[in-house]
């Protein structure tokens, strides 16, 4: 089952970028983590990053055709852009939005998402990065836990 982790603007700089709030892993480190999760968990991951707008678009679109889930840090954008959520809207299948930080314990202007309305599958924030591994979890879980 595919699903889409799509990572916005300066999340590629993971590693280097502000480690006292992102951590000192890199996005490859990131990637790894979540496709050897997926392989473990039957799902195929596919891993992107862009620092452009109109490619996360793009992506976006993609996953509205496929009815695929979303796994998304639309990072910046999140707080700033209308045609994110607008994309956002238009899925068929689950929205996760995932961020790596606590936002709401950050600047004002983090505290407002384009994106939350839209996330059907639901919302991790402030759990580093495992949060995206929450999400897959999620996923292969269908939203319910697994209680044994
Ligand atoms: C972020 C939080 C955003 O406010 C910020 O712009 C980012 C990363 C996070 O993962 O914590 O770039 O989405």
Sequence with gaps: RKVLVLNGPNLNRLGKREPEIYGAHTLADLE???????????LDVQMRQTNH???MIDWLHEAADDGCPVVLNAAGWTHTSVA?????????GPLFEVHISNVHAREAFRHHSYVSPYATGG?????GLAGYTYALDSIVDEGEPDLE
């Design 32 to 42: 790894s983590m979540c496709v050897a999760w997926g392989k473990a968990n039957g």
């Design 53 to 55: 707008e109109g490619q």
């Design 84 to 92: 994110i959520g607008d994309a956002c809207a238009q899925l068929t």
């Design 123 to 127: 919302i991790i924030v402030g759990m």
